[in-house]
């Protein structure tokens, strides 16, 4: 059992003497009297900061400063302490952690699956099959459209002898088969 003061504890986790006095009101240090201080209990009070840490937002990493050196955030001192408290005891992982850590894996999950469908529902993302049902509905209808259409034209461009006038009849009939193709389509998008 090691203990350390509040500002040597503060230090080790590399925050400040502030966010220790709020950790020691929250009941997540563990004091004890010695020489009549209160002195913290390191191994005790890493462990249930780690119990009540969010693993996304207290990573177990070493952190960059700003200055080059590497600090060691409040999880890897937890782990630390375990490593050293697990050798101590000599047994296996902590069942806590390896708690948070699948936890963590099934909040992380469930967050992605609820943007998707937050995305579905907003009209950002689509869903394949109906893409696909489209897709197959409009190329259906355009080429239903474009084989009718000699059939509509020959009889009237064969009894005109005139190009001016079968060119108005041919752009009279193009537009009205892009205007049936394009309601075709937005009956299709609509549904």
């Known amino acids: 059992m090691s203990v350390l003061s509040k500002s040597d504890f503060a230090r080790k986790i590399d925050r400040s003497h502030q966010y220790v006095s709020s950790l020691i009101k929250k009941g997540m240090i563990v004091l004890v009297k010695e020489n009549g201080r209160e002195m913290v209990e390191v191994e005790a009070s890493l462990a ?5 840490a969010d693993p996304a937002n207290n990573p177990a990493t070493t ?5 080059g050196r590497n600090k060691a955030s409040v999880g890897m001192a937890t782990r630390q302490a375990e490593h050293s408290t697990e050798q101590e005891a000599g047994h296996g992982t902590n069942s806590a952690v390896q708690y ?9 999950y ?4 609820r943007k998707v469908e937050f995305e579905e529902k907003m009209g950002t993302i689509v869903r394949k099959e109906g893409v696909e049902k489209a897709a197959f509905g409009i190329s259906r209808i355009l080429r239903e ?17 005139e ?29």
């Open 63 to 67: 952190m960059p400063r700003t200055d």
């Open 163 to 191: 190009q001016k006038e079968n060119f108005i009849i041919l752009t009279e009939e193009m537009e009205g088969v892009i205007h049936e193709i394009q309601s075709a389509i937005a009956e299709i998008i609509s549904t």
């Open 145 to 161: 459209k474009l084989k009718a259409l000699p059939n509509r034209l020959a009889p009237k461009v064969t009894v005109v002898t």
């Open 48 to 52: 249930k900061i780690a119990a009540h």
């Open 110 to 113: 469930t967050a992605r699956l």
């Open 100 to 108: 948070q850590k699948s936890r963590a894996v099934k909040e992380s």
